[in-house]
């Protein structure tokens, strides 16, 4: 932090902006913690030269992790600034006020941060003494602000990375195999050579790449690159359409997440079994990733979207064998990304290159097929559920096994990078196998397995697998979408079983007071249960994300014509204090749309040897003409600490959509998408 001759306060974070309006949040706390207007902070993004390590902006952790840390260090300075004015005033720090940063006090003394700037040093250690604001205190908290990101993105002023050259800049490409895990056998480089304008062509064994004056002279290059290039023989791919037997079948790392006993066993009557799955998914980021790259000397510093900058820069250190001081990695906004995509990757692809650019920056595109094919995927998952039933359909057992790849492979959390380039070199290193954080931090392919109900006995298992032929990596909610899509469904199908309205079923099996306040705030507001109209089905689905996160409840109208739409979606939503409410519901609305698309279209398609839903027409997403009407109530508590809402909607909306689909056509799909195909299959095997 630092108060600017300009009369502004520059605050760095280590947390970045990804479209989830994080700055505005965070602006807002140190605007109340500090009583400056909201428009004298300046947010500046992170960089390894500047910013704390704040390790990766990931799992709706922003707020609860830099927004804490923020307003305690906010209040700290508020103090050491409150006293450095009591001394130079001559009047107790008690009697003083602070309005929009100038403070003044008895006799109409006063002074301002930026007067006592050169006599408050801000460099030492925080010592977590200060106490910050109450809530009932504080002005801009609770408060629906206008985002800052947004001017810059409306006007169409450079602020993403892929819209924002630098002096004198080339352009760089990368030339990668079609099958998964070729290596690169034979190159002939005459006719890129030949090319106008091309600088450099870069090789290291499987990593190749040009280095042109332009971005038409390196498509042309890299086209005439890939014609001479001869690959090896990849590595085979599953059976797409039979993911859980492939799942199911290889080697895996087994853990037991939770296990719960019955203090009086009852007697069962029969056992329910059923089987989730979901496929494999893709970022499918909006704008393909994009970096640049800079050498000076043996220094180098690097631009880029990744979400984990100092993470990234232990990666490249690795690679390069350079001490992480000769590195600088700085954060620049991309379009469209949450969870690890290929922004780390890109980044060491400019690197890689811009050392043929005899000091000039290099800039990196990657294509739309690059993207779609090379960059990790979400994992897919095949869970299990067993339910023991009493003879009044009374849960009396239940038992979750999910069986998936790690969802985490995220750079700088391994003694071997992470990054793609760096298993194509002369010297490769290896693949690594994508892990799950611990249960402690959420877990991954284990999120949200553990029911939030009271259910008198349970195991829940995970099933990691030890290899990986299809990359996997974080995409947003890890494993919880898919673990509450089972719960969530297997809950309503016995409901359905007993005969009892879904919201009542859930409430009775519910302790916490907060879970029953979403799932009966959702009720109300979507006035369940409608009237029903034929070819149209209504359907709950709730979740507290990590079971330590947010609270969600939502429902949703869908009817049933050649296909599934989605027609409304209702939620409510319980972050504890709402920092800025409209960002709270701006974060719910865009992870239940994202959540539609996931449900009823998404899906990477493959064959045995390469990734084949390369485009948006292989790979479609939900188009604006599909997107429902979405409605969120946020419970407001001041009281209660804030977390994030980023990932909160995605699981309860998956469910809540697979269970308006039973609703409606009395079917019950386990697989996801929802496709016409999957349908028909499920009509099938029900007849």
């Known amino acids: 932090m630092k108060f600017t001759p300009d009369e502004r306060v520059a605050i760095s974070p280590g947390k970045v902006e990804i479209g989830q309006g994080i700055v505005t949040a965070l602006a807002q706390i140190a605007a109340d913690e500090l009583d400056v207007d909201i428009g ?53 720090a008690s009697t003083l006020e602070i309005d929009d940063g100038t403070m003044s006090g008895p006799g109409n003394v006063r002074t301002s941060y930026w007067e006592l700037a050169g006599e408050v040093s801000l460099d030492r250690i925080a010592t977590a003494e200060a106490v910050a604001k109450p809530a009932a205190a504080r002005g801009m908290a609770g408060q629906s602000v206008q985002r800052i990101d947004i001017p ?9 990375i892929h819209d924002t050259p630098l002096a004198n800049m080339l352009h760089g490409r990368v030339l990668r195999p079609e099958v998964s895990g070729a290596r690169l056998m034979v190159l002939d480089e005459t006719a890129a050579r030949a090319v106008a304008g091309l600088i450099a062509i870069v090789r290291d064994g499987s990593f190749v790449g040009v280095v042109s004056e332009t971005e038409d002279s390196a498509e042309a290059a890299l086209k005439a690159l890939r014609r001479g290039a001869t690959w090896s023989a990849g590595e085979p791919l599953p059976d797409e359409d039979d993911l859980a037997a492939f799942l199911k079948g290889q080697p895996v790392e087994t853990r037991v997440i939770d296990t719960r006993g019955a203090a009086a066993p009852k007697q069962i009557a029969r056992t329910i079994r059923r089987q989730y799955t979901r496929p494999y998914i893709a970022h499918a980021s909006i704008a393909p990733s994009c970096a640049m790259a800079q050498w000076e000397g043996d220094r180098v510093r690097v631009w880029t979207h990744s979400q984990g900058v100092y993470m990234l820069r232990a990666d490249l250190a690795i690679v390069l064998k350079l001490p992480v001081e000769s590195i600088i990695v700085e954060h620049m906004e991309g379009a469209g990304c949450y969870g690890h995509n290929a922004a780390d990757d890109v980044a060491l692809d400019a690197v890689l290159l811009a050392r043929a650019a005899g000091g000039r920056p290099v800039r990196v595109q990657w294509s739309r097929h690059d993207e779609m094919s090379h960059a990790p995927f979400g994992a ?71 029911p939030l109900y009271d259910l008198p006995a349970w195991t829940i298992e995970s099933h990691r697998l030890l290899t990986m032929p299809i990359r996997t990596s974080a995409l947003r909610t890890l494993g919880a979408q898919g673990n509450v899509f089972a719960i969530e469904s297997m809950l309503d199908e016995i409901a359905a079983i007993s005969g009892e309205d879904p919201v009542q079923f859930r409430l009775r099996h519910l302790r916490d007071e907060r879970a029953k306040d979403v799932i009966r705030a959702v009720a109300a507001r979507a006035k369940w249960k409608p009237q029903k109209k034929a070819g149209n089905g209504y359907g709950l689905g709730f979740a507290r994300y990590k079971n330590t996160g947010a609270y969600c409840a939502a429902i949703a109208e869908i009817e049933s014509q050649e296909d599934i739409r989605v027609r409304r979606l209702t939620l409510a939503v319980d972050v504890g204090e709402a920092i800025n409410p409209d960002g709270v519901t701006n974060q719910i609305e865009g992870g239940a749309i ?16 390469r990734i084949t839903s390369t485009s948006w027409t292989d790979y479609p997403i939900l188009t604006f003409s599909e997107v429902p009407a979405v409605d969120v109530e946020v419970i407001q508590r001041t009281e209660i600490a804030p977390v994030g ?41 029900a007849s």
């Open 152 to 160: 810059d993105k409306v006007f169409a002023r450079p602020r993403f």
């Open 380 to 450: 897919a998952m095949a869970i299990e559920i067993e339910a023991d039933l009493d003879a009044d359909s009374e849960i009396v057992g239940w038992r979750h096994a999910v069986w998936s790849n790690g969802h985490t492979a995220r750079p700088g959390r391994a003694a071997q990078p992470a990054l793609l380039a760096a298993t194509e070199l002369a010297t490769p290193y290896p693949r690594l196998i994508s892990s799950d954080p611990p249960v402690a931090n959420g877990g991954g392919s284990d999120r949200n397995s553990i």
């Open 594 to 609: 994202q959540a539609t698309s996931w449900v009823l279209k998404e899906r990477v398609r493959f064959d045995r040897t």
């Open 40 to 92: 004298r902070i300046a947010m500046i993004r992170a960089s390894t030269a500047a910013s704390p390590n704040e390790g990766v902006t990931s799992g709706s952790l922003s707020i609860q992790q830099s927004g804490r840390a923020l307003r305690q260090i906010c209040a700290e300075v508020r103090r050491l600034f409150l006293a450095a004015a009591s001394d130079r005033l001559g009047v107790d």
């Open 645 to 685: 809402a980023g990932e909160a909607a995605h699981g309860p909306v998956t469910a809540a959509i697979a269970n308006a689909v039973f609703d409606c056509l009395g079917i019950r799909v386990r697989d996801m998408p929802i496709t016409r195909e999957r349908l028909i299959a499920a009509m099938e095997h």
